[in-house]
């Protein structure tokens, strides 16, 4: 096997924080297995920085079974490499040739500024999730199951949605660096689904408002978001949430009456 | 009035005013080409004539046509503010450019917009400031003999400057004299530079609404597994295929006929 192995140049972006500019620096990558995943490569490369004394290369990761939206990367061109539909953890060496150059940066965006190489502080998206992204439940007893009848079309598509891990790719794949992607799934996981009915347009509405504060760009329906997607949210969800945004904004106002203070 | 400011000041409600100016433009190109295909009709310039007489000096028309003045400058007002604003929120670009499948015009339609609008500059300035507002354009007389149906046509010199168009009949002869815009169109029409800024004009609203027109439903929010491949093919074959090749044709056609003369 050690005749299969690669040897690999890298260009990683290195930035000691937001504050600091930040530079590409070139590594050597050596007697990498084609089996290994891209991050596991990157510990073998962090290693050997360990052991020379140099600061490690410092990147996002936790589950490493692309569920959790952690793992980033904008790989060679592409946010988690160039394959479709997975995350960087779910990356294998073997996508790449052996004497390749991948170059490794941070997810660009105003929105996500740069914590530290390639980590990105993506809080940005927790607010604007903690701004609509629930629904209200009453206490007490436990509903029975299936009590409310949903359309299996219905849920299906909720659940598509619902597959969004929140990891960043969308906005930074989108030349705008547009948020609407990650908003509209979230907006329309429970926007099409009888439990988020009570705060359907007021989430609309809060969502769409924090992501605006946070400094995202605007959707010009490019669709990069869509093709790079690692759970492939489609681009159906952000027609979706601006439908229900001028709903609530242009005809669903709470106070329908002039004198209702 | 606060409440639509702000819908309009969020940043889906900017895309919302991108849409209707857009679509609005959309509809008034297929009224324009309609108009226009009177130019290949083989009578002098008569039908022409009368039709750029009509559209002037026809009350409803005029209101719709600043209207459409106000959409051409909103549509690029805010274009600008909204490319201002994408720009800003990536101040760090990518090393390598993203990859992903974004068709062409759908990353370039501020640079198809801004050649759009230089040719809507020259456009306006030749036809419409020339014919409104200067004597620079010559008169014709169009008699028709009701009789036989026989048209002849001849150069009308005005008694005054501020003379009006004129329709009358005098012994059982139709007298028409209008200003002669069709002269103009032959005159521009013989410069070859001129007929190549038309062409390459006609090449950029062909992209530009081949993402455009779809792109403005999407945004509106009407997406729609039945409607939405109805929305696509008008918006490829009607707004990027027919109606651009269609308005080229003119400037081609009168530039052939002045090198046969």
């Known amino acids: 096997m050690e005749q299969n192995n690669m040897n690999l140049t890298l260009k ?27 991050l596991e490569m990157l510990d073998v490369v962090n290693e050997s920085l360990i052991h020379k004394n140099e600061e490690p290369i410092h990147f996002d990761h936790d589950c490493r079974e692309g569920i959790c939206g952690m793992c980033s990367l904008y790989i ?59 629904i209200s439940v009453n206490t007490g007893g436990v509903p029975d199951a299936n009590e409310i009848a949903i359309p299996k079309v219905i849920a299906d598509e909720a659940f598509n949605s619902a597959t969004c891990i929140g990891c960043g790719a969308c906005v930074a794949a989108c030349k705008n660096a547009s948020a609407m992607l990650f908003v509209s799934a979230k907006v329309s996981q429970l926007g099409m689904l009888p439990q988020g009915q009570p705060e359907r347009y007021s989430r609309a509405q809060s969502m769409v408002a924090q992501m605006d504060a946070e400094g995202f760009g605007n959707c010009t329906n490019t669709r990069a978001c869509e093709a790079e997607c690692p759970k492939e949210i489609t681009l159906t969800n952000i027609a979706r949430m601006n439908n229900d945004y001028f709903s609530a904004k242009l005809f669903r106002e709470e106070h329908i009456h002039e004198n209702n203070g | 009035m606060s409440e639509f400011k702000q819908t309009f000041n969020s940043s889906l409600g900017k895309k919302l005013i991108m849409a209707l100016t857009g679509l609005f433009l959309c509809t008034f190109l297929i009224v324009h080409l309609g108009g226009n295909l009177l130019l290949f009709r083989n009578d002098n310039g008569y039908s022409f004539n009368v039709y750029a007489n009509f559209l002037t000096h026809f009350p409803p028309i005029e209101v719709i046509a600043y209207l459409l003045y106000l959409c051409i400058i909103v549509h690029s007002i805010y274009a600008l503010v909204l490319t201002i604003k994408n720009r800003r929120s990536r101040p760090v670009g990518y090393a390598v450019v993203n990859k992903s499948p974004a068709t062409w015009q759908s990353k370039n339609m501020g640079l198809l917009g801004a050649i759009l609008l230089f040719f809507i500059v020259v456009h306006m300035r030749d036809f419409w400031f020339r014919y409104k507002f200067t004597n620079e354009v ?22 005054s400057a501020d003379f009006e168009p004129t329709v009358s009949t005098e012994n059982n002869v139709e007298i028409v004299r209008v200003k002669d815009l069709h002269a103009n169109v032959v005159t521009s029409f013989s410069c070859l530079w001129y007929v190549i800024i038309y062409v390459l004009a006609m090449g950029a609203i062909a992209f530009h609404l081949k993402h455009g027109f779809q792109s403005a439903f999407r945004t509106l929010g009407w997406v729609h597994r039945k409607y939405t491949p109805v929305v696509e093919f008008i918006g490829t074959w009607l707004f990027a295929v ?9 400037p081609i056609v009168y530039y052939i006929t002045s090198l046969k003369n």
């Open chain 2, 242 to 250: 027919i109606i651009p090749c269609l308005f080229a044709l003119m």
């Open chain 1, 76 to 134: 060679n061109g592409h946010p988690h490499g160039p394959k479709r539909a997975i995350t960087t953890c779910q990356l294998h060496m073997r996508t790449f040739h052996d004497g390749e150059t991948i170059t490794i940066e941070p997810w660009r965006a105003a929105a996500f500024p740069v914590i530290k190489d390639l980590a990105v502080d993506r809080s940005a998206f927790d607010r604007i999730q903690q701004a609509g992204g629930y």
């Open chain 2, 138 to 159: 010559t008169y014709k007389e169009y008699r028709t003999d009701l009789a036989t149906n026989q048209t002849t046509v001849a150069d009308y010199v005005p008694v």
């Open chain 1, 12 to 38: 990683v972006w290195r930035q000691k924080n937001a504050q600091t500019p930040g530079k590409f620096v070139t590594y050597k990558a050596d007697g990498i297995s084609p089996d290994m995943s891209f």
